[in-house]
């Protein structure tokens, strides 16, 4: 067994043991050093000395994104500068972004994370791997890199965008496997297409690893057969330290699709976003993480507004690590709809049914004087796109059939002609909300 997977298999006793540890010490830590975590502490009337089991966790306050960025830059760094070796940044779209000091003893965890996800992908130090994910203060470029690194992989710091050279160097140094969002992937393989190039007969490349963004099993299947590689789920984010928190293994990949949970790291809990309780193991809420060896930015009870859940049963490859459901979506980016709870996920899983479409659509609502108008616009194949008026109206109505047997709501379907839809570099946006000023 590699080294770095050594606690993937830890006996539960002893990962539980581990866990309240690690949590008895980084409360006190916290508790010391942070004023914002020990105000709210105090006014619970909670100490440190009350962490006696872990289900003692329910005790201490929430943490949630607003609270990091009232805190901005540094109010929740709880580690002298001196130790601090790198910081990270996220979400600068709406004011002032949140801002994450890491010590080295951070960054090493991190990127012994994202190695064990690399390693339990099947990935080794013979591998070849293309990180296409931004460099700098986002999370995955630098979280990969060092991952890969560390399992022994020739890293390729390629970064988003250029998609001409991403091709031409995964074809000329062998490259066998890439980091990248789903979303981007999907435009180099629309360049790929273009030029004429096979995945299967012209490239080595055999693993996407793809995370930063929901995506469906659809999604997957999609691209799996079109290229012949296999994708791999991977997840994090920049609250908790970034991708490499959780993986799928060959069995939750594919059997009851799910992602491990580093959880000797990443101590999980799943909460009713409305009462804030915590639900048992099985039950669907919200996903909250405290961060067990984080000193620079430590986060106790952080709210992701993840929506999943942990199973029950240990998955087959015997991890001991829970593995919880794929990230299908956070829960603001639920859209009300005439009244009606609609995810994005929803909407890609009822378009990748139907065969004619391709992997590329939009989502638009429009206030209306009556209803608010779902408009969903939606490549298709060149092959499907006729002068026949007919054959369309035969496509678009069992599009639209797909979507509102799922959805439950009527929507606008718009067919429209391959590369006519705006492609992603990084994290795709794909829905366009009128209402939301
Ligand atoms: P930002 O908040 O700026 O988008 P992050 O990279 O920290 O920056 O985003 C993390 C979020 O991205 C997660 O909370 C989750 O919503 C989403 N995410 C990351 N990985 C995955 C994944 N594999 N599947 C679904 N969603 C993901
Ligand atoms: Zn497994």
């Not at 991190?110 to 990180?131: H, N, P, Y």
């Not at 980091?179 to 629309?190: E, V």
């Not at 007969?201 to 963004?213: M, N, Q, S, V, Y």
């Amino acid at each position: 067994m590699n080294t770095i997977s050594a606690n993937d298999f830890l006996p539960v006793e002893e990962l539980r043991r581990l866990q309240l540890e690690k949590l008895q010490r980084i409360v006190a830590y916290e508790y010391e050093r942070v004023a914002l975590f020990r105000r709210r502490c105090d006014e619970r009337g909670v100490k440190p000395r009350d962490i006696v089991t872990l289900k003692d966790i329910a005790k201490l306050p929430f943490m949630i994104k607003t609270d990091l960025r009232d805190e901005y830059p540094l109010g929740l760094t709880a580690a002298p500068m001196e130790e601090i070796v790198r910081f990270h940044c996220s979400s600068g779209t709406t004011g002032k972004p949140i801002c994450i000091p890491n010590t080295a003893g951070d960054v090493e965890v991190w990127a012994e994370a994202t190695a064990r996800c690399l390693l339990m992908f099947g990935l080794s130090a013979k591998d070849i791997l293309q990180v296409t994910y931004g460099y700098g203060l986002f999370t995955g470029g630098l979280g990969l890199h060092y991952g890969g690194e560390k399992l022994g992989c020739a890293v390729l710091p390629i970064g988003g965008g250029n998609t001409d050279k991403q091709l031409m160097l995964m074809q000329d140094l062998g490259v066998t496997a890439i980091a990248c969002t789903p979303s981007y992937f999907l435009r180099i393989m629309d360049v790929a297409r273009e030029k004429g190039i096979d995945f299967r007969r012209d490239t080595k490349l055999r693993h996407g690893i793809f995370g930063a963004e929901p995506w469906t099993d659809e999604m997957r299947a999609k691209i799996e057969t079109t290229t012949g590689i296999v994708a791999h789920d991977i997840y994090g984010l920049t609250e908790v330290s970034g991708p490499g928190v959780a993986g799928s293994c060959p069995y939750c990949e594919r059997e009851t699709p799910g992602l491990h949970i580093w959880e000797d790291h990443y101590y999980p809990e799943i909460i009713d976003p409305d009462t804030l309780e915590p639900l048992p193991d099985g039950e669907a809420g919200e996903l909250v993480f405290t961060t067990l060896d984080r000193f620079g930015t430590p986060m106790v009870r952080y709210r992701t507004r993840d929506l999943t859940r942990l199973h029950v049963e240990r998955c087959k490859c015997g991890r001991t690590a829970r593995v919880m459901d794929r990230i299908h979506a956070r829960s603001d980016d639920m859209l009300i709809i005439h009244g009606v709870n609609v995810f994005p996920s929803q909407v890609e899983t009822a378009l990748l049914s139907v065969p004619e479409v391709e992997p590329h659509y939009q989502i638009i609502i429009t206030p209306t004087d009556t209803l608010d108008l779902l408009e969903i616009k939606v490549e298709i194949r060149s092959e499907s796109f006729s002068d026949d008026i007919r054959a369309l109206e035969t496509l678009r109505k069992r599009v639209f059939n797909a979507v509102k047997a799922i959805i439950g709501v009527s929507p606008r379907i718009t067919l429209v002609e391959p590369g006519s839809l705006p492609r992603s570099e990084g994290k795709i946006k794909r829905v366009i909300d009128n209402r939301r000023k």
